[in-house]
């Protein structure tokens, strides 16, 4: 059963945000959340060495955050 609620799931439009090493920020227009999530983990696969933080977001809120740390990756929202 799915949440109207649900962010992850919205249908609206996303934007993938990748913020690299220097601090500056990349945006990238995504059709939906889900799309967004699949392409930030493909993003930290391809350039993560270069990146401290790739989030997605619709409608002005982050459903998804990916943080670098000593350890590798982590997903923190």
């Known amino acids: 059963m799915r ?3 649900d962010p992850v799931r919205d249908p609206r439009p996303a934007n993938l945000v990748l913020v ?4 500056a920020k990349h945006e ?3 059709p939906s959340a889900v799309e967004g999530v699949a392409e930030a983990e ?3 696969d391809r350039h993560g060495r270069h990146l401290r933080e790739v989030k997605v977001v619709s ?4 459903v998804a955050r990916w943080k670098a740390d000593e350890l590798g990756w982590r ?3």
Request: glycine share 4%.
């Open 3 to 5: 949440k109207s609620s």
């Open 59 to 62: 409608r002005n809120k982050a």
């Open 75 to 77: 997903r923190v929202a």
């Open 42 to 44: 493909q993003a930290i």
């Open 20 to 23: 690299e090493q220097s601090g």
């Open 28 to 30: 990238i227009p995504q």
